[in-house]
């Protein structure tokens, strides 16, 4: 079975301020990771995956997320937060072939101050 | 860029009534999937659809759920006879591989 755990529900950073957020993943084959970003009263858009190939990934809106598998996480992150990153973040994981279910994390709200 | 659609965006209904949900997914996508979130909650999977038949469906979609590719564009979710629990936005994915590419959303309110 496959599960994926965001760790803090909620996180608040400054504008400017670097942004991390939590995800470890449980999986029996080997993953394909995707973080998904919604933001209020939208759907769910890509933000970026991880394929088998780098284990560096960048994504769009200047976030990147690195797969470790000895620590199995998938941590998102990007230097510098800017207002418009307000918006709730879901780590997921996928089955080993097409078709199969996505697996999400609760989710991790991001909030930025200025 | 291509993208998934889905109608309508916001659907009100009494309890015990049909609904069909209505998405358009991207068009050399074979494969095709439904989730739904309960406000507050996360996004859960309910099913998949390949090749004209559900390859993938979870404990959540149950006998009063069914899904339809009634012609080579539309993908429907439909709700027998809705209860209030079923209130929650559902969303249609599409892929040609592992990556799935969302729609906007409907929000479904059961009263």
């Known amino acids: 079975a496959q599960s994926v755990t965001q760790l803090g529900s909620h996180v608040s950073v400054s504008e400017g301020a670097l942004v991390l957020l939590r995800c470890n993943y449980s999986?029996?084959?080997?993953?394909?990771l995707f973080w998904y970003v919604q933001y209020p009263n939208q759907g769910l858009q890509l933000l970026l995956k991880y394929t088998s190939a780098a284990t560096l990934v960048k994504g769009i809106n200047g976030f990147e997320a690195e797969f470790k598998k000895s620590e199995t996480s998938f941590h998102l992150t990007k230097p510098s937060a800017h207002m418009s990153d307000a918006a709730e973040y879901f780590c997921?994981?996928?089955?080993?072939?097409?078709?199969?279910?996505?697996?999400f994390g609760k989710g991790t709200t991001l909030s930025v101050s200025s | 860029e291509p993208e998934v659609t889905q109608t309508p965006s916001h659907q009100v209904t009494q309890m015990g009534q049909e609904v069909i949900l209505r998405c358009v997914p991207i068009s050399n996508h074979l494969y095709f999937y439904w989730y739904r979130q309960i406000l507050g909650q996360k996004v859960e999977f309910l099913v998949s659809?390949?090749?004209?038949?559900?390859?993938?469906k979870s404990e959540i979609f149950d006998d009063q759920f069914s899904v339809e590719r009634p012609d080579g564009s539309n993908f429907t979710l439909k709700i027998r006879s809705t209860k209030l629990e079923d209130s929650a936005m559902y969303f249609c994915?599409?892929?040609?591989?592992?990556?799935?590419?969302f729609g906007p959303g409907t929000r479904l309110l059961v009263l």
């Open positions: 994915a599409s892929s040609e591989g592992r990556t799935q590419y």
């Open positions: 997921a994981v996928s089955g080993n072939q097409a078709g199969t279910a996505l697996i």
């Open positions: 999986s029996s084959v080997p993953p394909y």
């Open positions: 659809f390949y090749n004209n038949e559900i390859s993938e």
